[in-house]
């Protein structure tokens, strides 16, 4: 059995949940538990505030954990990054009042900067050579310039919104974040396996992202025209029809690139396409 730290609440929380259950791991939605066995799996879901899960992890309390990028640098605790997740992706940006002239780092030099990453701040500050005051701040740091608590802030940014409704802007990026699979250094070997297995799952999900299965029935005149398009996997499967002029065509292919390849499909003859989504894709 293993158990995996989850935020208890937010977008993290969320998109942690989704991608459990895309990986047929169920997990019941309550959280006025804390600790949850999921129904189907060998794993225990433990709910914690985000900034307790690096600690959690590193310590044994849990054996693996889903944190963003900027909770695991900000704590330092001696977890591994076992795999990034690719979703919940924001930015550790410093911010400044939007009517402030900016003309570079400088600006910051003897102000004082709201933050609730200070770790974090102060590493960026000294690689820069800036001296600033750092005042450390829980809960909404973006309103710190409005009430004179702070010249600046450091936080993180999504949208943006947050920052233009507080009548500020986003003058300098720090950091990327993204969430993070953490794990407890020392796994048993009983435990790894279980792990491989979240992993598989985690990347066959991964892999079915943005992906559509196409298919097709195509002129065998133009089959070698429309293969020669099709950036599939290995090949497109290929399969006869009852009329020998034609074939069906099945491959898989980008949402980015989608509609650009179905026009030139569509030039070369291709009828009847039919386009589906992708759960799971196993390389």
């Not at 939007?98 to 102000?111: H, R, V």
């Not at 992906?211 to 293969?227: C, E, F, G, Q």
């Amino acid at each position: 059995m293993l158990r995996i730290a989850v935020q208890s609440k937010g977008r993290l929380y969320e998109d942690t949940m989704n991608l459990l259950n895309e990986a047929d791991i169920k997990v019941s939605a309550s959280k006025r538990t804390l600790l949850v066995n999921a129904q189907n799996f060998p794993l225990e879901i433990l709910y914690l505030r985000d900034d307790d899960i690096p600690q959690n992890v590193a310590s044994g309390v849990a054996d693996l954990g889903v944190v963003g990028e900027n909770e695991y640098c900000e704590r330092g605790a001696e977890a591994d990054i076992i795999k990034r997740l690719g979703f919940s992706k924001c930015r550790l940006s410093l911010a400044i009042p939007k009517e402030a002239d900016y003309q570079g780092l400088s600006w910051f030099e003897g102000k004082k900067i709201a933050t609730s990453y200070p770790v974090i701040l102060t590493k960026f500050l000294k690689e820069k050579n800036i001296n600033a005051e750092i005042h450390v701040i829980t809960g909404s740091v973006e309103i710190s310039p409005g009430i004179g608590l702070a010249d600046a802030i450091f936080d993180i940014v999504s949208s943006g919104s947050t920052l233009v409704s507080n009548n500020l802007r986003e003058v300098e990026v720090v950091m990327q974040s993204e969430a993070l699979l953490i794990g407890c250094p020392g796994m048993t070997e009983e435990k790894r396996q279980i792990l491989e297995q979240i992993l598989f799952r985690f990347e066959a999900v991964r892999q079915a992202e943005d992906k559509k299965y196409v298919r097709m029935n195509a002129p065998k005149s133009r089959l070698n025209d429309i293969i020669n398009v099709l950036p599939g996997l290995k090949s497109p499967t290929v399969i006869p029809l009852a009329d020998e002029e034609w074939c069906s065509v099945h491959t898989v292919l980008d949402e980015k690139r989608f509609w650009e390849i179905i026009g030139k499909l569509k030039e070369m003859g291709a009828q009847g396409i039919l386009v589906t989504p992708i759960e799971k894709m196993i390389l």
